[in-house]
């Protein structure tokens, strides 16, 4: 974790793209100023900044995805992460044909509300919300993936201990947040207990086992 010559994968230098995006004093911050920026933030702000970076890692990856698979469509984020009702444009010969939204979420929520707010922009979502709303479409991506690809990489920025133990607590703490939200879907009979088993025990961060996983089904059953 000390090593100043630590080589980052492609997808792990994204989510280094998405954490200097989510704050336009990071735009041209180097990986040591990104990790002392990180090491001074407060649990609750830690929180905050994983959830905005996985989301805007999660943009990255899906311009990533159409812009190799050699078709006539490109793809591209806004300027602007706050850009009102979109995330991403598509661009055929110079044309922008159209605009999406994208969510990385673990809960239907942040989806219902966004259609709610601008219901002519369509939304592209992760893989288990899109399994939990037929009219959603999947980014082809996993929210826990996401999720994990972040806690690691923020953990391995040059650091002290405690900002590990943040970053991965800050993954967790999102990944039973968003569990507990889809609770409801869990009720309302429009997911089944094996497909909430499935969407969300498959999951890289260490910290939730399978026994945590099994009582947080049971509760929420």
Known sequence: MEDASRSWEPEEELVLDALR????RLNDASEQELADYISGLAPEQLRGVVSNVKGIYHELLFVQAENIDADEVTARVFEATNHPGADVEFIVD???IRAVQ???VASPDAVFEHLARYPEIEIVATEEVAAAIPMIDSSGLSNA???ADVARVVSDLPGDGLATEMAEGAATSALLAGA???AQVL???KVSRQQFATAFGDISVG???ATALDV???GLS
């Open 207 to 209: 910290m939730v086992t």
């Open 21 to 24: 995006r989510s704050a336009t």
């Open 145 to 147: 993936d996401i999720s």
């Open 102 to 104: 994208l969510k990385a």
């Open 216 to 218: 947080l089904i049971e």
């Open 180 to 182: 507990m939200s889809a």
């Open 94 to 96: 110079g044309e922008v």
């Open 187 to 189: 009720r309302s009979g």
